[in-house]
């Protein structure tokens, strides 16, 4: 059994390329340094085709990077002692279709090297958390997405391993499905173990994070508190009475809600406040009140990035 | 080792659940039912035919099911994405090669045993008589299926599917078929046509020491028992050797 380090993921100066079926280099992962301390759940976010996947791959071992390292529990990526700690959900995952759920479970305790003896009530119980109970002995050919996504978290935190590395784990989820994922990840959270995640759901970030990676390009762009980051960005709102629809409003300005006989309208910075204020004296229309209020991730997210097509 | 066998059991169920071993089976079935009607309309040596058919064709049936139950097993699963959680336990890549290997090699012999149930029984009741050979042709078919199996797995790592499925067919059947043809046609050649044939002779697996139709159709002796052990030793080494090639490529594979 080896000991958690402080850092239980390390990757510096991480390069990933590679070759594409007509022979052109592709670098998808350029130059990445970030670093996940043991107890923390850190959220990795980006645009697609901004490195999300190959860094996850290089991570478990399932690519080998052109450059840099990269450690998981003090180990270098993908060493059987580290995999034995870690706990890990693909990216949409079909599993075995001609196999049901229970012997899904089953085949993962053997490789999880679960004791024979305890698996059956570790497979209960793991059923039981993903609501699985009762649809065990359907095959997984039937299964919807959101039903194969809770096999692949009962594999993935089949165990309890101390580090959750997770690719996309809401993606294509239901409400329902949703919460009951984040209930799970917040009792991981709760027993101090720590969870990276990968994710397009930024209200899922949000909810569950300390910390977000924000990457582009394959290098980090942000590392923050998430506070931190929502603080960076100040909205402002203004409020005027009347169903108001101006033909065209000052870049950064947008309609935020339309109700109760008034009209809002949301500017992401000073420059764009100021040109919304010129535009309703122009107009003549009186503003009720105006206050600013912190961003949230997806305003930071778009700020960042920018509205580039991937 | 538990791993590898829970990896190989993963092999057989799919293959079972997918059913096409009993497909092969009732055609095989149908096949060798349909050639034994000949044998009653009382002519001569026709048994003998029967006999040839039923091992062609049964012969045929469990190459072709060994070598797609082979190709697909490693690229469905980075298809499908299921070698990922796979991985991502503590199993190394060895021990999901050995796992799909003995899952493959398992699948085949047991249809190789199906395939040969079903002939005995259909001879038994054509009144077609059965002799000791048939029962080493049995053993050493199976033989036969794991090196095909590791053959295929092999190329699984380096062509695509429908490529792999190709080669390996044309190989195992080539080599079954044509292997002491190889040996006529170096008579009647010269430098390097002599060097690309020997090449082949020697470095290709003799499928064809692992058929004994010709022994059961034409009523010969038994095969003496250290002809037997030595093609288990040869089939272990051919196994081992394309195993080594394919795990060489598997190991640094970039998934």
């Known amino acids: ?310 | 080792m538990e791993k590898i066998l829970g990896i190989a059991q993963v092999t057989i169920i799919e293959s079972f659940r997918r059913k096409d071993p009993y497909v092969v089976l009732i055609l095989a079935a149908l096949i060798v039912f349909g050639a034994g009607l000949f044998s009653r309309f009382g002519t001569e040596g026709l048994g003998k035919f029967v006999k040839d058919v039923g091992f062609t064709v049964t012969g045929l049936l469990a190459v072709l099911i060994c070598v797609v139950t082979a190709a697909r097993q490693l690229p469905n699963e980075i298809q499908n994405r299921t070698l990922y959680p796979l991985l991502a336990k503590p199993v190394s890549r060895l021990q999901v090669f050995l796992g799909k290997y003995l899952g493959v090699g398992v699948m085949a012999s047991a249809v190789v045993l199906l395939f040969s149930a079903e002939l005995y029984l259909l001879f038994r009741i054509l009144d077609i008589p059965v002799s000791g050979v048939f029962f080493q042709s049995v053993y050493l078919r199976m033989l036969s299926m794991w090196i095909i199996a590791g053959m295929t797995l092999s190329l699984s790592v380096y062509l695509t599917q429908g490529g792999n499925v190709t080669v390996s067919m044309l190989l195992a059947l080539a080599m079954q078929t044509f292997a002491n043809t190889l040996i006529t046609v170096r008579t009647d050649l010269e430098g390097w046509g002599v060097w690309v044939i020997d090449t082949l002779y020697w470095l290709l697996p003799h499928l064809e020491l692992f058929d004994l139709t010709k022994r059961e159709v034409h009523n010969f002796p038994a095969a003496p028992l250290w002809v037997l052990a030595a093609l288990t030793v040869y089939a272990a080494v051919y196994s081992l050797l394309f195993m080594a090639v394919g795990m060489q490529r598997f190991r640094t594979l970039n998934l």
């Open chain 1, 1 to 310: 059994m080896i000991d958690i380090p402080d850092e239980v993921i390390t990757i510096t100066d991480l390069m990933v390329e590679y070759k594409t079926d007509s022979g052109k280099t592709i670098r998808a992962v350029d130059g990445l340094n970030l670093t996940v301390r043991r107890g923390e759940v850190v959220g990795f976010i980006g645009p697609n085709g901004a490195g999300k996947s190959t860094s996850i791959k290089v991570l478990m071992g399932f690519r080998k990077p052109t450059r840099g390292t990269v450690q998981v529990m003090g180990l270098p990526a993908g060493h059987m002692a580290g995999r034995r700690r870690v706990g890990f959900l693909p990216e949409v995952a079909l599993y075995y279709p001609f196999l049901n759920a229970r012997e899904t479970l089953r085949m993962f305790a053997k490789l999880r090297e679960i004791p024979r003896g305890e698996r059956e009530d570790i497979i209960d119980d793991l059923l039981d958390k993903v609501k699985l109970t009762g649809r065990d002995r359907e095959p997984v050919r039937g299964f919807s997405k959101g039903m194969l996504q809770r096999v692949g978290i009962a594999q993935a935190i089949m165990g309890e391993p101390d580090l959750l590395i997770l690719d996309e784990v809401t993606s294509g989820l239901d409400p329902v499905a949703r919460y009951d994922v984040r209930r799970i990840l917040m009792d991981f959270k709760a027993k101090g173990k720590t969870v990276f995640f990968s994710s397009h759901e930024l209200s899922e970030v949000t909810m569950l994070c300390d910390r977000v990676i924000l990457i582009d390009e394959g290098r980090v762009l942000v590392e923050d508190k998430l506070s931190a980051m929502s603080n960076a960005i100040q909205r402002h709102i203004v409020c005027v009475d009347g169903l108001l629809s101006p033909p065209q409003l000052p870049q950064g300005v947008f309609i935020h809600a339309v109700s109760n006989g008034q009209t809002t309208f949301s500017a992401d910075s000073v420059e764009a406040h100021a040109a919304l204020n010129g535009l309703l004296k122009q107009m003549d229309v009186p503003i009720q009140h105006s206050f600013e209020e912190p961003g949230s991730l997806e305003d930071f997210f778009v700020h960042s990035i920018g509205h580039k097509v991937s």
